[in-house]
């Protein structure tokens, strides 16, 4: 049963011919004392919830109830409707519980989806399966591993890519996010439509409308005709937006708006275009933190965050190294023709105990400058310690001396001088800043990309 509460006959009318066609059985509740009522008497599947039910539009009344829900059945989502869209009183919503938040009018596709989609991940979780049962179920070709975190993750992705939630990806630089977006995408009825990926650390702030939303000809100097943006391009299917801890306070905004309506402008046009898109984020920066520090829209976090999974980096998961090295020494004897290819055992366990801050990212660099750079068919610890850039016991280079081109990557050559500058200005982030000819704000992102100790300074 889903449970209409809303004091518009107009509204429950229309809600409810909506929800009988799609196959629910519907009640409806004026307000408070009806919704009190009714559940006294059954337990429904899910709730949509005006906010207002008197003259007062403040949203005080959707919210006590709300409260009072929650209370009484913790598990049933509730997805609030209102006439007065208040972005503030969308966060309290859903800091209060509430599973999504529709403003008045609201499409009909958009809003059955939302429906659905909080049904789903209602349902109760299952217990975590082995690697071996996943498989069977999904599409994770590309993601290597078996340690238990990561299981946990794939278990996750696994339940929700069939439905349309919008997916957080949180982790540190190289774990493979941009692999679990597509994980995502390709386990969800969208998997035959299109895959956009936008780097928005990339985008510059004056780019960012017409990348996204397109742009019609004459919109600017060099638009000589009509352009397709990405949300565009992925109509039907899933976008991914990464780095979007790095998107500019005035682009938040217009991102919000496409998210919250599912409506855009090109750059240059007034009509408005409707997009259908799922859509997956990806940062490798504490949104929480930077909410707090008004660095980030609150708003925007809880639209992007109904999901949210955590990649754990390489070192919490030790006993998957090998298991990724031969899977990228398996696929460099297709790449370069050594079908004898093979790692040592005692290579094998000596990589596992390596410092690797670059991650997936960096341990596949090693592997593949190793395989290039050596002779041999089968890979000794010394192979792998003439081509390893973070060797702990490895003598840095001379001072005024770079090291040798396909010796060491840019991020690899990035986060070792970071750490000397650290070293050199002993932690002093506004030294080492103007020695790196950096902003702080940037080297802090570094700082924490890299898992580089620092104190924040005022």
Known sequence: MLLIIDDDIAIQ??????FRKEGFTVRLADGPFDTLEILAEETPELILLDMNFSVDTSGNDGLRLLRRIRERL????????TGWGSIDLAVEGMKAGARDFMTKPWQNDHLVQSVHTALNLAQATPASPNRRKLDQQFTFDNIV???????DMLTTIGRVAPTDAPVLITGESGTGKELIAEAIHQNSRRHRQPFVKVNLGGISSTLFESELFGHVRGAFTDAKTDRAGRFELANKGSIFLDEIGDLDPASQVKLLRVL???????????????????VICATNRNLEEMVSKGQFREDLFYRINLISVRLPALRERPGDIPLLVTYFVDNLKVIYGRPDLRVSASAQKWLKTLPLPGNIRQLKNVVERTVLLSANDELQIRDFERNLTQNPGAQPHAPGHLPPVGSITLEEMEYQMIHRAMVFHQNHVAKVARALGITRFALYRRLEKFGIPYTTEE
Request: aromatic fraction near 2%.
């Open 260 to 278: 919250q309506d599912r409506t855009f402008e090109p750059l240059g046009s007034s009509k408005s275009r409707t997009v259908d898109v799922r």
């Open 13 to 18: 009318t229309s809600l409810s011919l909506l």
């Open 74 to 81: 913790p598990a049933v989502p509730v997805i609030l409707i």
């Open 145 to 151: 591993g078996e340690d238990p975190h990561l299981l």
